[in-house]
């Protein structure tokens, strides 16, 4: 019975979220402002993210599309293996529920939770978590930005978020609206600013988890305070293969990750979940003026903590050589 609950846990909370924003927005609605509906909406948003954030062991935060979904997977893996749980997606607190030697740990893009608690301007909200802040280089993640926009994001979600309302070329979205480039560095920025002043705070980089896997989701678990054998992480890396991830979207296995991985269009590549996957996979998309147009604006504005710089990149690279 306890394994039937914990898989109904993430479904539940998630039915109890849409059902309390309904009960409050939807009455409202007629009296208020587009505008002012927004405001509303991200507070009940936001009030549910904190209530979450203050229960939270650990929490894993990140801009949208850093591979946020692949590390999930890897974590619930790995926690299946290592205690023996049924084949599920981490969902907050239902492994945990399970086994108490497992924590809660929070998956969050940090969109909400500042405007509930008004802190816009730093992470004290965080401050006494531990915290992983999964980092993807920002053109990377401004294309997988742009293909989410374009084939898989719900209209309210642009709205909210303040997404493009009309079509633009992926140029002209990474480059030069806010939603792109901007917005992606303007949220690794904040986090590198506050980083001194959370309890514990450790950046993993998708590329190093692309390059050793193993190696880092053994560090991310030792991390949460939960290290495992060998053949958990390694059964782990496994699981969480692209191809597999793929093939779980193209078989529509969904119920096995909550609903995350499901293409909107089987027959269109780029409205996969599980899209590409590729390192440095931006440069396909643009011309070589646009590449280094996009590689000057990320080098003049990003937070080198991060070694996403053209300085830092040539170092590692002569480095290796």
Known sequence: MSTYLAALRPALSSVNKKLTRAVVLYPARPFLAAEKQIGLERWLRGREQCQKLAAADSVVVSFGKSGRTWLRVL????????????????GFDNFHFLNR????????HDNYVKDYSGNYDNKADYYEKKVVLLARHPADVAV????QWRFRMRDRKKA???????????????????????????????WARERERLRAFTILRYEDLKADTAGKLDEITRFFGTPGSPASVEGAVAYASFENMRKLETENKSWLTGGRMKAKDPTNP?????????VGGFRDYFSKAEAEAILAYVDERLDPVFGYGRQQAAAALEATA
């Open 101 to 108: 030697a497992i924590p809660k740990i929070f998956f969050t």
């Open 270 to 278: 780029e409205s996969f979940k599980t899209r590409r996957g590729k």
């Open 160 to 190: 909210i978020n303040a997404y493009p309302e009309d079509d633009v070329s992926i140029f002209e979205f990474a480059r030069n609206h806010p939603a792109g480039l901007e917005k992606t560095i303007d949220f690794m920025n904040g």
């Open 75 to 90: 974590v619930s893996r790995f926690y299946q293996l290592e205690y023996g749980l049924p084949e599920r997606l981490i």
């Open 144 to 147: 997988s930005q742009y293909h």
